[in-house]
């Protein structure tokens, strides 16, 4: 199958899901090829928006233009009630969904209700170590202190506020806590730590662990994925070398790692047997990765070929094992997605990041549309 037609094939999908959703958002599945839905609560609804406003912006249907208008309405309602936003996941949430319209539509109201939720994100800020905290309230006993790997997908939301405004003081914050992640999450063989931890009056430097991953040193796959694409949408904003080198060190990890169908394992340290979960989600988010570095490398540069040869291995795989193409009856895009299999919570199911990505990574590679992530006009590359 071609791009295009894993493309048509998830816009069926996502029509037929707009039916069956309704005013609620799909999170993960639990083996039944069902979404399971949730209101708002969580940390993902941005990524359904997401999938609106690019099947939209690839078809131009107006049922589901108006499917994704409503979703950011839901949005601002969100924000209006202060509603479960007391974590780092705000970019996620309004990056794709807010965001997103502003950049399509200009639309003046979605602009603020972005605008409005970098502020929320900037409230994560911690002056005394010098991050953004991810999960728990200031003064956390065991979160106040601790930054995730995938917090660097967030960043672009205040990269954004800051541009908008013209307040640098949201890109200031988003690029320390960038060059902290870079200096303490990545390791020197180029894997990465999920998370980290500080002390929180001082900011000395504790120890690395993981909420998700295999064990406390092990890699886990997504967390390495959003590194890679972390990493290089740092460097677009920033243009400052260590965060492109870091994304490509991160990328080379990532490829030669992978196993010989090209499509990640949950954990790169977890033992691969038969049954051992799969994240095609880490997959999908990866490709849009190294589209994203393989933009701001010089055309001459040998690793361009390099890594586009591994987007495309990564993604005829996933169109050719893992994608559901043409069973209406389910859901989601990709199969094999895990949430978190030291949770037990979806370990082997679809999972709505994963679908986003999936479709981000194809319309980069058809028509050149690349998601929600900053604005696009020629001084950011």
């Known amino acids: 199958m071609n791009w295009t037609n894993a493309i048509e094939q998830t816009i069926r999908t996502t029509t037929a899901n707009i039916s069956r959703?309704?005013?609620?958002?799909?999170?993960?599945?639990?083996?039944?090829?069902k979404y399971r839905l949730?209101?708002?609560?969580?940390?993902?609804?941005g990524f359904w928006a997401g999938i609106l406003w690019l099947s939209y912006e690839y078809s131009q249907d107006p049922v589901i233009r108006d499917a994704a208008v409503q979703s950011v309405a839901s949005f601002s309602k969100r924000l209006e009630r202060e509603s479960h936003l007391e974590h780092h996941d705000i970019g996620f949430l309004y990056s794709l969904s807010a965001k997103a319209q502003w950049i399509l539509e200009q639309d003046e109201s979605a602009r603020e209700t972005a605008l409005r939720a970098a502020d929320i994100l900037m409230k994560?800020?911690?002056?005394?170590?010098?991050?953004?905290?991810?999960?728990?309230?200031?003064?956390?006993?065991?979160?106040?202190?601790?930054?995730?790997?995938?917090?660097?997908?967030?960043?672009?939301?205040?990269?954004?506020?800051a541009e908008q405004t013209g307040d640098p003081t949201y890109a200031d914050t988003?690029?320390?806590?960038?060059?902290?992640?870079?200096?303490?999450?990545?390791?020197?063989?180029?894997?990465?730590?999920?998370?980290?931890?500080?002390?929180?009056?001082?900011?000395d430097s504790l120890r690395g662990g993981t909420h998700q991953g295999f064990r406390d040193g092990s890699t886990w796959t997504r967390?390495?994925?959003?590194?890679?694409?972390?990493?290089?949408?740092?460097?677009?904003?920033?243009?400052?070398?260590?965060?492109?080198?870091?994304?490509?060190?991160?990328?080379?990890?990532?490829?030669?790692?992978?196993?010989?169908?090209?499509?990640?394992?949950?954990?790169?340290?977890?033992?691969?047997?038969e049954g051992t979960p799969r994240d095609s989600s880490a997959s999908a988010i990866t490709a849009c990765g190294l589209l994203?570095?393989?933009?701001?490398?010089?055309?001459?540069?040998?690793?361009?070929?390099?890594?586009?040869?591994?987007?495309h291995r990564s993604m005829n795989s996933l169109i050719e094992n893992y994608f559901t193409a043409g069973d209406e009856a389910e859901e989601g895009f990709l199969r094999h997605g895990s949430y978190s299999v030291r949770g037990g919570v979806s370990p082997d199911d679809f999972v709505i990041w994963g679908d986003y990505f999936f479709l981000e990574a194809l319309l980069r590679l058809e028509s050149r549309i690349p998601g929600y992530w900053y604005e696009r006009h020629e001084n950011m590359g």
């Open 292 to 311: 994203e570095l393989i933009e701001h490398l010089p055309a001459g540069d040998p690793e361009r070929e390099f890594f586009l040869a591994a987007v």
């Open 21 to 33: 959703f309704k005013d609620k958002f799909p999170h993960v599945s639990s083996g039944d090829g």
């Open 124 to 161: 994560r800020w911690r002056s005394g170590p010098q991050l953004i905290q991810a999960w728990g309230p200031e003064g956390d006993p065991h979160n106040g202190g601790r930054i995730i790997i995938d917090c660097l997908m967030n960043l672009p939301l205040l990269y954004w506020a």
């Open 223 to 273: 967390g390495q994925a959003w590194g890679i694409y972390g990493f290089a949408l740092a460097y677009r904003y920033f243009r400052e070398p260590q965060f492109l080198e870091t994304s490509k060190r991160l990328a080379r990890y990532f490829i030669d790692h992978l196993p010989d169908d090209h499509v990640a394992y949950w954990d790169f340290d977890a033992p691969q047997a």
């Open 38 to 45: 949730v209101d708002q609560t969580d940390w993902t609804e």
């Open 174 to 203: 988003a690029r320390i806590h960038a060059e902290k992640s870079r200096r303490f999450l990545v390791r020197g063989d180029d894997s990465s730590y999920h998370t980290f931890y500080f002390d929180q009056e001082t900011g």
